[in-house]
């Protein structure tokens, strides 16, 4: 599918900042093993403590800032986002091995974090035209499948050649570059009238909405689990030193990338996405069921089969869906509470995999069964959003 020509320049402008968004949002995954391996003060439960402190903010602040960014230049609010998060990550730099501290810094970032996506969806909902909002908007979705996937392998290797603080310090680095130049060469865009305040946020609450963002908090306890806890995972079943972080690196680096395939596949339905996306589901709850099973690339390639049909639904849930609501105006308002959504069920799973582990004698085949559980449970939800969507359409 090709992105209109005159809007070329403006969505991969938006598509290359989202993306780099990812080097202040991953890369506490990679630098959590160190820190660990580090610092005998910190324990299993304070990482996530700190894991969820961030995803907290991430949560409220997509709730607020889908709001405010309903109403403003969402151009202006992707470059803000962009450069207080760089600053924060500067700061976690020498923080990071006092828990307050890296809590803190995490939270804050967390919220700085939140004014990104919202306003990349409008912001290409607004460039382009009715009959291709759907499908560029899978295409902006693969921005945060590529950009984890660099920077996950970027930040391993920087941790395992210089240290925990070299993944904060590098992704400071990306995110002030990109946020400062995107603000200085950001596109002129038409800013339509936002409506009343009150009509905006009840039309953000409508039952399709509130189903899919249901649907979205389920599924993000597997996504951002498999993203904060996969890389811990690896470096105790294979036993390694801070100094092969590379190793992980170069396993999980991979995971978004088969994302980006299960992505691209399922645009490729034209229709019936919703029904595509519970059978997706339903294959991603048996990959994860079979994932703990095996071993070597047998195991890898069944979590790489369970990213395939896990980030397709993602980007359908968190991108897609919210598209459709462009003429009630609640498109970065739809997108902050579905996504908001989304990372209450993220900052839990940043305390229920540390009580899971402790409980079942850090047995992970406990963990993985859990959020096949919670797999199938998405795939009803998303069904239910479906038919309340046809039933007001």
Excluded at 269 to 294: E, G, H, Q
Aim: aromatic residues 16%.
């Amino acid at each position: 599918m090709a992105i209109p020509i005159k809007t070329n320049k403006a969505f991969w402008n938006i598509w290359t900042s989202y993306a780099t968004y990812y080097f202040g949002k991953v890369n506490l995954g990679i630098i959590v093993p160190a820190l660990l391996a580090t610092y005998q003060n910190l324990s299993l439960y304070n990482v996530g403590i700190v894991s969820s402190g961030f995803f907290f903010a991430y949560a409220i602040g997509q709730f607020i800032h889908g709001q405010i960014s309903e109403r403003k230049n969402p151009f202006v609010y992707i470059s803000l986002g962009l450069i207080f998060s760089g600053l924060m990550n500067f700061f976690l730099g020498f923080a990071g091995s006092f828990f307050a501290l890296l809590l803190i810094g995490e939270t804050l970032d967390g919220f700085f974090q939140a004014m990104g996506w919202s306003s990349c969806v409008r912001a290409n909902t607004l460039l382009q035209k009715e009959n291709n909002r759907e499908r560029s908007s899978v295409w902006l979705g693969c921005s945060y499948q590529v950009g984890n996937s660099i920077a996950w392998l970027v930040s391993a290797f920087v941790v395992g050649k210089w240290g925990w603080r070299a993944g904060f310090f590098v992704a400071a680095g990306f995110l002030l570059v990109r946020g400062i130049t995107l603000l200085i060469n950001k596109p002129d865009i038409k800013i339509p009238q936002p409506q009343d305040v009150g009509k905006q946020v009840k039309a953000t609450l409508s039952p399709p909405i509130v189903l899919n963002g249901i649907s979205l908090c389920l599924l993000n306890m597997v996504r951002y689990g498999v993203i904060t806890w996969i890389p811990l995972y690896l470096f105790q079943i294979n036993n390694y030193t801070i100094q092969q972080m590379g190793k992980v690196g170069l396993k999980i680096f991979l995971i978004p990338i088969f994302g980006v395939l299960g992505t691209l596949t399922f645009n490729l339905f034209k229709n019936r996405k919703d029904t595509v996306a519970v059978i997706y589901l339903l294959l991603l709850a048996v990959s994860l069921v079979f994932f703990p099973i095996l071993k070597g690339w047998a195991a890898l390639s069944m979590l790489f089969m369970g990213s395939f049909f896990l980030y397709g639904t993602h980007v359908f849930l968190v991108s897609t869906f919210p598209t459709r609501f462009v003429d009630k105006q609640v498109v970065a308002a739809s997108t902050g509470y579905i996504d908001g959504m989304g990372y209450v069920g993220t900052t839990l799973i940043g305390l229920i995999v540390p009580f899971i582990l402790t409980t079942a004698g850090g047995n992970w085949n406990h963990v993985f069964g859990f959020w096949a559980v919670l797999a199938v449970v998405t795939a009803v939800f998303v069904l239910g959003a479906h038919l309340k969507f046809k039933s007001i359409a």
